[in-house]
């Protein structure tokens, strides 16, 4: 009696295949069911078929006749590689890049290309090396904003039937070699030295100007070339320590040099330099008396 009992609790079959049934069906309503983010879209094939794209929200996906891909709408970065171009001017650079853009269509993103961010990325290289090796390289320099903005233009316009818009491109950086870098410098010395030499001969031209004036002028009034001659041995006198006689003194030169013999004569063992102080303040005290001597008369 107890064995019968307990055969007549065990399930049957049927039971067992009920039971499993229900779990098959709750798991493929679970795989069935999807959560879609809001900055992200839903595009599902059905039997091969495009139906479109679904989401934000709670999306059904009916199992094994359903294939899906997820695409994300958010404003993705891509690091473009360092490329080696040469400049329209025969100057080696390595550019770095950056470029912004975001799917506008998932649906076109998913069926006119394989891989959207891949592509991105190679159309990008080859751009920027066509774009950049047909300019000069202090354009690239000087002109980085105009670049970046045609740069962005070409990209939007080959990757808007992907669905893709390209928002912005940026060149972060510009490098050239060493080599490349000391000839740069010597080409930027030789344009100084070539803007001073300029400066310098533009100087002379100006200066010769004024001298071949003032000499004209010099030349029709006589006393001002002679104030000028004045003017010109007072300089040398004064820089040079010493006393200039001019025309107007040429009489007192006897009596002079008879001073300049006796001082030289009577101070041979003398300091050379105490010698020459004595001459000098004898030779004043010569032209002050003869200066007075005329006032007087």
């Known amino acids: 009696m107890l064995i ?3 055969l007549l609790q065990v399930p049957s079959a049927e039971t067992f295949a009920g039971v499993a049934v229900a779990i098959i069906i709750l798991i493929i309503l679970a795989s069935s069911i999807k959560v879609v983010r809001e900055y992200e879209r839903v595009v599902v094939f059905r039997l091969g078929r495009l139906i479109g794209g679904k989401g934000p929200g709670v999306v059904i996906i009916l199992p094994v ?3 899906f891909r997820k695409i994300d709408l958010r404003v993705l970065t891509l690091d473009i590689p360092k490329q080696r171009i040469i400049t329209k001017d025969n100057v080696t650079v390595d550019v770095d890049a950056v470029v912004y853009f975001r799917v506008n269509d998932a649906n076109q993103a998913v069926v006119k290309v394989q891989d959207y961010i891949l592509a991105t990325s190679l159309l990008s290289q080859t751009t920027l090396r066509d774009v950049l090796g047909q300019v000069e390289f202090d354009e690239l320099l000087t002109k980085r904003e105009e670049l970046n903005k045609r740069l962005q233009a070409i990209l939007d316009e080959v990757t808007e039937p992907w669905g893709v818009k390209v928002s912005a491109v940026s060149i972060k950086d510009v490098a050239i070699a060493v080599e490349m870098q000391r000839a740069i410098a010597k080409q930027a010395e030789a344009e100084r030295e070539k803007r001073s030499r300029i400066i310098m001969a533009e100087g002379e031209l100006i200066a010769s100007e004024k001298m071949s004036q003032a000499a004209e002028y010099y030349t029709k009034n006589m006393a001002a070339m002679r104030l000028r001659e004045l003017q010109t041995w007072a300089e040398i006198a004064r820089e040079k320590n ?27 063992k003398q300091d ?10 004898e030779i004043r005290d010569l032209f002050e008396a003869k200066k007075e001597k005329k006032e007087t008369k």
């Open 242 to 268: 010493m006393i200039v006689v001019t025309g107007g003194d040429s009489g007192n030169l006897g009596p002079l040099l008879g001073i300049v013999k006796e001082k030289i004569q009577s101070s041979e």
């Open 4 to 6: 019968s009992g307990l």
């Open 65 to 67: 006749i359903d294939r």
């Open 272 to 281: 050379p330099d105490k010698t020459r102080l004595l001459i000098r303040d």
